[in-house]
């Protein structure tokens, strides 16, 4: 209850004062967090921050009434980790700030950043993807997630970490290998690798847990393409 009272907008300083020295750390914070004077508006969004993690918030669509940037602003230049998470949620930060909490030491202000700022550094979004497991159908939507340059991540302990590597069209060479890998979302994204060999990627075609990979595979010769077409039913002169 008293944590409760700690984030009102329009406590009484003496008591704000008081909650800031309560025994109970979580009481504390929220009486730390914002001083006086503070908004209905800034209580809501630090609210939806603190005591989630990134990997649980992810991308905030706007609901109520935003705080304005100045505030903001202040949040992403503050001491507290916790305001400069509620910063990061912002999609309107300037350039200079997203820089800054893009390289900000604590990972939560970089994994919500990420997921909210459409100038976050491909850098980031890449550590979010790896980090924030729930995130990753949102990350895969953005284009600052890198597709290329994952050789590292190919042997990732994460299955949806080395499926997005396998797909990379910049490899020093073909992942063949991820072919036989235990995960079957490793080995369809292996199989859309237009670095594989065109009879290597017909052949796929005759492997169910892969087909699906294999015949979007842009290195599929068109007279394969074609047969497939047939297959479901579409004739040649419709297709074209």
């Known amino acids: 209850m008293r944590e409760r009272v700690a984030s009102r ?30 908004t209905w508006a800034q209580r809501d969004v630090i609210d939806r921050v603190v005591g989630r993690t990134a990997d649980e918030i992810g991308p905030l669509a706007v609901m109520f009434a935003e705080p304005d940037m100045d505030w903001y602003s202040a949040c992403a230049v503050s001491a507290d980790p916790l305001l400069r998470r509620v910063a990061a949620t912002s999609p309107g930060l300037p350039d200079d700030l997203v820089n800054r909490l893009a390289n900000d ?83 369809r994204a292996a199989a859309g690798n237009p670095l594989l060999p065109p009879d290597l990627v017909s052949t796929l075609l005759e492997d169910p847990e892969v087909a699906e990979g294999a015949a979007a595979n842009p290195n599929l010769p068109a007279e394969r393409l074609h047969e497939l077409l047939d297959l479901s039913g579409l004739t040649r002169a419709t297709a074209e």
């Open 9 to 38: 907008a329009d406590l009484d300083p003496h008591l704000l004062a008081e909650l800031a020295k309560d025994p109970d750390c979580a009481v504390r914070t929220r009486a730390l967090l914002q001083p006086l004077p503070r």
């Open 105 to 187: 030491s604590d990972p939560h202000v970089r994994h919500l950043l990420a997921c909210n700022h459409p100038l976050t550094p491909p850098g980031t979004v890449l550590d979010a993807f790896i980090t924030t497991a729930r995130q990753r159908p949102y990350l895969l939507t953005l284009p600052q997630l890198p597709r290329t340059g994952l050789q590292a991540l190919l042997d990732h302990e994460d299955p949806e970490v080395r499926a997005l590597a396998a797909a990379d069209t910049a490899l020093d060479q073909p992942p063949i290998r991820l072919l036989a890998d235990p995960e079957s979302g490793v080995r």
